[in-house]
């Protein structure tokens, strides 16, 4: 289950994150793409701070969007397969119904996981207090039905224990 390891693969998900060595090099790189043009290189505490700044519009749980970003790249440094699909932010209603159309569906995961046995597990990121929509909970009955893993994780280290890493 587990994709081919590196050196940093004895911490704890919580040290690997604080590695100033992981923080520049790997957060950097999404940075960029986050910041729609804003190209400034940051570090994991001015990602927060950046993330609780910038909002003009209804956001979605900062927690839960700092701990999605530290999955996706814990995640990638260690080779797996992943993506997330972007179904949580405010979206007005002209933009809303286009992404409709084009098949987006309320409730969907945050994360999708392709294991190299071709297994996929699915992850929905929450806050310490965060609870599922009714439209989450709809959509994750429809893929533990076609027998898919589906996950609500709290943190980077729920992520770990649940590859067993």
Sequence with gaps: M??????????????????????????CKSIKNMKNG?????TLQNLKKELMSKSNKKPRNRDEQITQVQIIHWLR???????AIP????????TGAILKRQGVLAGCPDIEIILNDGKVLWIEVKSKKGVQSD???????????????????????????????
């Excluded at 179904?87 to 002209?94: H, L, P, T």
Aim: charged fraction near 30%; include cysteine; glycine fraction near 4%.
């Design 2 to 27: 587990k994709p081919k390891s590196n050196s940093n693969s004895n911490m704890n998900a919580t040290e690997y994150l604080r590695s100033s060595k992981i923080n520049h090099k790997i957060l």
């Design 38 to 42: 804003n190209y400034k290189e940051t």
């Design 77 to 83: 440094w260690h080779k797996y397969f992943c993506f």
């Design 87 to 94: 179904n949580g932010e405010y979206r007005n209603k002209v």
């Design 135 to 165: 439209s989450q909970k709809m959509f994750q009955k429809e893929l533990e039905d076609r027998g898919h893993k589906y996950y609500i994780v709290r943190s980077l280290d729920d992520v770990v224990n649940i590859l067993g890493v």
